[in-house]
């Protein structure tokens, strides 16, 4: 039967659209519950001494002996001798050495100072399959290791970074950051919608499908000036924010893959962007027509009287394969365009990002013993190496040195 003929039918295109979304969506939730029980709460594996102490800035003996003077909590020790400790006891290592500072009174705890205000940091390009989502939830889970109150918030109505942090948006039918932002009087406090994950010091507010509603809803409430109480749409992330601001040092909001309001609205709440970039030909030219229609819609926001909060911009080169002489020579391209713009160390691609991936997990999850360990290190080293970059971007954007 081809195509013409079952639009003849007794059934239109739309119904067997309808009936077909229904049962893949009906399909995959009998799927995802039996591997992901709903109230199944993620955990987090234990880290190394040498994984405690990057995190804490401190040199591993400095925690070793600690633990041999008695002091803050006790690791796991294997049999062979080799200290474990969990995120949890990571955070309080740092509040022990805070409270019992050496005489050069370095300060461990990373957050904010008063004066320093909430930094707003968007993971942002039209591109799908860019690394957004991979990139915000490893810089996310970074800050929140070293030490900062981090917020993530997943913009996508694909919800990728929310599957990520073992939220399954479609069985739980949970609030989502829609719930703060939409037009009508169902509209709740982001305080509502934002949930802790298995990260200490990382909450997320969670994306769903209904998100897209923003997109058919903001030209409908622009429109008609009473729902949006004579605002303009892109103070609503903002004024969102607002509301909890005590709480967090650093924002990161992984956008989704257009140039539509949920990403304006972010953009215009943020203080800083991270444009992700895979250094292949096509995707450069499609940066190349996104950076224009952005430069363009900042242009008109500020026109529009939103505050302009950009303190900075930056380019992350991701997934990259260095031995591949098209996309060294890419990197080339664009560092010789944007010297100042390109972030000094590069995402490479790599099979343990990927396989984490998989399962829903980061590199920050999985097991090193999972994976050959020159794989694993390479990327974690590349990792560290981006996440560490941005982190200062974020301590100088407070001013510090
Ligand atoms: N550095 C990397 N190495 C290998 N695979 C990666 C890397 N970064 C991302 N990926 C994979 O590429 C795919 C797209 O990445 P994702 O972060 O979801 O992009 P986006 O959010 O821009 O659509 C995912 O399957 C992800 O696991
Ligand atoms: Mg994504």
Redesign the pocket.
């Known amino acids: 039967m081809n195509a013409w003929a079952d639009m003849q039918g007794d059934i239109g295109f739309h119904e067997i659209i309808l009936q077909q979304g229904g049962m893949i969506s009906d399909k995959l939730n009998l799927l995802r519950l039996e591997h992901f029980p709903p109230n199944a709460n993620k955990g987090l594996r234990p880290f190394s001494l040498a994984e405690a102490a990057y995190f804490l800035g401190v040199s591993a003996s400095n925690i070793k002996k600690l633990h041999l003077e008695g002091k803050g909590p006790v690791p796991a020790t294997s049999p062979s001798g080799r200290r474990t400790y969990t995120a949890q006891q990571i955070a309080e290592l740092r509040d022990y050495l805070d409270r019992h500072g050496r005489a050069d009174f370095k300060n461990y705890s990373p957050c904010r100072k008063p004066g320093e205000s909430l930094q707003v940091v968007s993971v942002v390009?039209f591109?799908?399959?860019?690394?957004?989502?991979?990139?915000a939830a490893h810089l996310a889970q970074h800050l929140a290791l070293t030490g900062h109150r981090v917020l993530a918030i997943d913009l996508?109505p694909q919800a990728?970074l929310t599957a990520l942090h073992g939220i399954q948006p479609e069985i739980d039918r949970n609030p989502s950051l829609y719930d703060a932002l939409r037009y009508d009087s169902g509209k709740r406090p982001i305080s509502e919608v934002v949930r802790p994950t298995n990260f200490p010091g990382l909450d997320i507010v969670p994306a769903s499908l209904e998100l897209q509603e923003y997109e058919y809803e903001t030209p409908l409430a622009a429109s008609n000036r009473i729902a949006t109480d004579g605002k303009l749409f892109f103070t609503r992330i903002t004024d969102a924010l607002r509301e909890v601001d005590d709480h967090y040092d650093v924002v990161v909001i992984?956008c989704p893959?257009q140039l539509g309001y949920l990403t304006l609205t972010a953009l215009a709440a943020s203080t800083a962007v991270l444009i992700?970039i895979h250094p292949q030909m096509l995707d450069v030219m499609s940066m190349g027509q996104f950076l224009l229609m952005l430069g363009g819609i900042l242009e008109s926001i500020g026109k529009a009287g939103a505050a302009v909060r950009l303190k900075w911009f930056r380019y992350l080169v991701?997934?990259y394969e260095p031995t591949d002489g098209p996309q060294a020579q890419m990197v080339g391209f664009m560092q010789s365009l944007f010297p100042k713009q390109m972030l000094a160390h590069a995402?490479?691609?790599?099979?343990a990002?990927?396989d984490a991936?998989i399962t829903n997990q980061t590199l920050y999850e999985v097991e090193r013993g999972q994976f050959i360990r020159q794989t694993y290190d390479r990327?974690m080293d590349a990792l560290n190496a981006v996440n560490e970059e941005v982190a200062s971007l974020v301590h100088t954007a407070w001013g510090r040195a």
């Open positions: 390009n591109k799908g399959g860019s690394g957004k989502t991979t990139t996508d990728s992984d893959p992700t991701t997934r995402m490479v691609k790599s099979t990002i990927a991936g990327a």
